[in-house]
């Protein structure tokens, strides 16, 4: 079935150190996301992008980074640089940027010890 | 700046009973709206959009309706079912930023008693 895939579901990290977050989609869409969510609140774009080779900083970057080799696969860093990272990651992906229908993932959840 | 929001954190409704879930955005150049549902513990599922073209769009068991003159947004669910709790959040986008970027509002959770 086509989807997207994200890895781990549950992260346990210790202050300092990076973690990579991973995510997978076999749908051939062009655009992917990355989107954090705190509790009780809405989701806040991180980085996001629109082609292979191509990525652009969303509205909450820092102490984040991605790469985008691969058509189909789109991973987040949570450096150490990042101040409160313990949050529910959301990836997600659209046929393309101009489409508006995102499809998400199932989350992966990031607790710092 | 943006924003958008959900005037209720919480609704609680019968089941059976209809349920509606309101959105507040103030970019009027918002053209396009999206409803999307979250289960505990998995990412956003798509419910419905609508388009700044339109004020009043349906699905199954599902109208979305747009008030640009208010800037307000509503999805009404028909029908309540047990299957139907989760958090509900709009979403936005406007034309210019042609990047796909989505705006969500802080969500609002629906409780359907049995």
């Known amino acids: 079935d086509g989807g997207i895939t994200q890895s781990p579901k549950y992260l346990f990290r210790k202050e300092g150190q990076n973690v990579t977050l991973s995510c997978e989609q076999n749908l051939n869409h062009d655009a992917m996301y990355w989107y954090r969510q705190d509790p009780g609140q809405g989701l806040r774009l991180i980085y996001y992008?629109?082609?292979?080779?191509?990525?652009q900083k969303g509205d909450i970057a820092e102490g984040y980074s991605v790469s985008r080799e691969k058509k189909e696969s789109f991973p987040l860093t949570v450096t150490s640089a990042q101040k409160n990272p313990t949050a529910f990651y959301l990836c997600?992906?659209?046929?393309?940027?101009?489409?508006?229908?995102?499809?998400f993932g199932e989350g992966s959840r990031l607790t710092v010890l | 700046g943006e924003s958008v929001g959900l005037h209720l954190p919480t609704l609680s409704v019968q089941e059976g009973d209809n349920s509606i879930i309101n959105c507040a955005y103030s970019?009027?150049?918002?053209?396009?709206f999206i409803w999307y549902k979250q289960e505990s513990g998995k990412g956003p599922q798509f419910i419905i959009d609508?388009?700044?073209?339109?004020d009043k769009r349906q699905g199954q068991r599902v109208t979305v309706l747009l008030n640009k003159t208010v800037k307000h947004l509503s999805l009404q669910i028909a029908a309540t079912q047990p299957g139907d709790s989760a958090v509900y959040f709009c979403a936005e986008k406007t034309r210019v930023t042609n990047t796909g970027k989505l705006i969500f509002g802080q969500g609002t959770t629906l409780q359907v008693k049995p």
């Open positions: 970019n009027s150049a918002s053209d396009y």
């Open positions: 997600a992906s659209s046929i393309s940027a101009n489409t508006g229908e995102l499809f």
């Open positions: 992008s629109q082609i292979v080779n191509d990525f």
């Open positions: 609508i388009r700044s073209n339109m």
